[in-house]
């Protein structure tokens, strides 16, 4: 037996056979300082049940913690509510343990894109969205996500519990002995955040129908039970609220001044924007690309009202991490911002109007043509960024 985390009840005959990834700090370039869980679910009932499993490098650790419960031999059918690697990376194992065989339930998506992930013939059963499956004393629902966040996500329901197999949802990047809400409080809150807004921010119009149609439908939920960190069990309703609130995207009167330096002229800008923005009364903010990774600017990102970013001009282009950053934000889609640029250069400057692209594209509204100084800026210039910072003020006090 390893040393990993014991199987934990959640729910009368449901535990919780998941692994611990104490040690991961990027996941798939997003930082996790403090490493996450893939949580893997065991339905005992007449027919006995795993949803989900976990990294392909875990499923010896799935195994074992499973083995606790009952020999996984004895299992009857799994259910995939996700292929990512991260749920899915265990399947080739677990069904060479259980038997090939055994059913696996799965989105019709889930159905193609399994396939394409492992070339295996097993024996797929798609399920339809809203379709029912009887375990013995428990009722399954499956609730087709599609997009949520990839094409193949589902959630399953089990009727009986109130309790929501929720997937990516609701999850967050956290490793800790803890397993449920009630045992985090709300320190818990910054990293739901930080999973919302690097992973989920763009379908944030697919969050809102989806919470719609599931309160049309009247499921409500004692338990909502994510694949990535603690379980919500004091209070799910709480996640669902918070879904809702970051879903909005409702500016705030705050704004993230987001930069890269060679020789520190754009840096005296970026700190000169935010005093100014401070003096305001705006909560405001430098990021040095070097020192912030993406992923934590994007948390800061979702709420402020305006986002102002720079760059000095490296070989007639932008400088690389902001080139970066800008990708990364534009395929998150943030929405209601205020934007402008800022830039220090030497001869040609082309560095702010490719920010003002960037930034138009994502339809950021332009306030400002944006802030160009040449090499080091003088008081003159020192004070330009003071305007630039007191007019974003202005426009963003209303907040
Ligand atoms: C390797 C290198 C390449 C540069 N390429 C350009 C350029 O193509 N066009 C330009 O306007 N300035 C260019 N510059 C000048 C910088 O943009 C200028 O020194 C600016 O003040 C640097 O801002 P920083 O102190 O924030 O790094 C270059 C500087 C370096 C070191
Ligand atoms: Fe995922
Ligand atoms: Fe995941």
């Not at 969050?207 to 989806?210: A, F, G, H, S």
């Not at 630039?388 to 003020?393: D, E, N, Q, S, W």
């Given at each position: 037996?390893?040393?990993?985390?014991?199987?934990?009840?959640?729910?009368?005959?449901?535990?919780?056979?998941?692994?611990?990834?104490?040690?991961?700090?990027?996941?798939?370039?997003?930082?996790?300082?403090?490493?996450?869980?893939?949580?893997s679910?065991?339905?005992?009932?007449?027919?006995?049940?795993?949803?989900?499993?976990?990294?392909?490098?875990?499923?010896?650790?799935?195994?074992?913690?499973?083995?606790?419960?009952?020999?996984?031999?004895?299992?009857?059918?799994?259910?995939?509510n996700?292929?990512?690697?991260?749920?899915?990376?265990?399947l080739?194992?677990?069904?060479?343990?259980?038997?090939?065989?055994?059913?696996?339930?799965?989105?019709?998506?889930?159905?193609?894109?399994?396939?394409?992930?492992?070339q295996?013939k097993?024996?797929?059963?798609?399920?339809?969205?809203?379709?029912?499956?009887?375990?013995?004393?428990r009722?399954?629902v499956?609730?087709?996500t599609?997009?949520?966040?990839?094409p193949?996500?589902?959630?399953?329901?089990?009727?009986?519990?109130?309790?929501?197999?929720?997937?990516?949802?609701?999850?967050?990047?956290?490793?800790?002995?803890?397993?449920?809400?009630?045992?985090?409080?709300?320190?818990?809150?910054?990293?739901?955040?930080?999973?919302?807004?690097?992973?989920?921010?763009?379908?944030?119009?697919l969050?809102?129908?989806?919470v719609?149609?599931?309160?049309?439908?009247?499921?409500?939920?004692?338990?909502?039970?994510?694949?990535?960190?603690?379980?919500?069990?004091?209070?799910?309703?709480?996640?669902?609220?918070?879904?809702?609130?970051?879903?909005?995207?409702?500016?705030k009167?705050?704004?993230?001044?987001?930069?890269?330096?060679?020789?520190?002229?754009?840096?005296?800008?970026?700190?000169?924007?935010?005093?100014?923005?401070?003096?305001?009364?705006?909560?405001?903010?430098?990021?040095?690309?070097?020192?912030?990774?993406?992923s934590?600017?994007?948390?800061?990102?979702?709420d402020?009202?305006?986002?102002?970013?720079?760059?000095?001009?490296?070989?007639?282009?932008?400088?690389?991490?902001?080139?970066?950053?800008?990708?990364?934000?534009?395929?998150?889609?943030?929405?209601?911002?205020?934007?402008?640029?800022?830039?220090?250069?030497?001869?040609?400057?082309?560095?702010?109007?490719?920010?003002?692209?960037?930034?138009?594209?994502?339809?950021?509204?332009?306030?400002?043509?944006?802030?160009?100084?040449?090499?080091?800026?003088?008081?003159?210039?020192?004070?330009?960024?003071?305007e630039?910072?007191?007019?974003?003020?202005q426009r963003?006090?209303?907040?």
């Open positions: 037996m390893g040393e990993q985390m014991k199987p934990i009840e959640i729910a009368k005959g449901i535990y919780w056979v998941g692994a611990i990834d104490w040690n991961i700090r990027d996941f798939h370039g997003y930082s996790t300082y403090q490493g996450t869980t893939y949580n679910y065991l339905i005992m009932d007449k027919k006995i049940t795993l949803i989900d499993t976990v990294k392909k490098e875990f499923a010896d650790e799935l195994l074992e913690n499973i083995s606790r419960i009952v020999d996984p031999k004895k299992i009857d059918c799994v259910i995939s996700h292929t990512e690697m991260d749920h899915s990376g265990g080739p194992r677990v069904m060479h343990k259980i038997g090939e065989d055994k059913p696996l339930f799965c989105s019709r998506m889930g159905h193609k894109n399994l396939s394409h992930h492992f295996e097993w024996n797929y059963n798609p399920v339809e969205d809203g379709g029912e499956m009887n375990l013995g004393r009722n399954l499956f609730l087709e599609r997009m949520l966040h990839w193949d996500s589902m959630f399953t329901y089990v009727k009986e519990d109130k309790l929501l197999f929720s997937s990516d949802a609701f999850g967050q990047h956290y490793a800790g002995l803890e397993r449920f809400d009630d045992q985090m409080g709300e320190a818990i809150m910054p990293h739901a955040l930080k999973y919302f807004a690097n992973i989920l921010l763009l379908y944030s119009p969050i809102l129908k989806l719609d149609k599931v309160t049309e439908m009247g499921l409500s939920f004692n338990t909502i039970c994510p694949d990535h960190g603690i379980i919500w069990r004091k209070d799910p309703g709480k996640i669902i609220k918070a879904y809702v609130e970051w879903s909005d995207q409702k500016p009167k705050k704004a993230v001044v987001i930069y890269d330096t060679m020789w520190q002229s754009t840096k005296k800008m970026a700190e000169a924007i935010v005093a100014a923005l401070g003096e305001e009364g705006v909560d405001a903010k430098p990021m040095n690309l070097r020192s912030c990774h993406r934590d600017i994007m948390t800061e990102v979702i402020a009202g305006a986002v102002i970013v720079g760059s000095p001009t490296l070989n007639n282009g932008l400088f690389p991490t902001v080139s970066d950053f800008l990708t990364y934000m534009k395929g998150l889609r943030p929405k209601n911002k205020i934007g402008a640029a800022f830039c220090s250069y030497g001869w040609s400057g082309e560095a702010m109007n490719l920010i003002n692209k960037e930034l138009e594209a994502m339809k950021f509204e332009i306030i400002d043509p944006g802030l160009k100084i040449q090499y080091v800026p003088d008081k003159e210039g020192l004070q330009a960024c003071h630039l910072g007191k007019k974003i003020a963003i006090s209303g907040l």
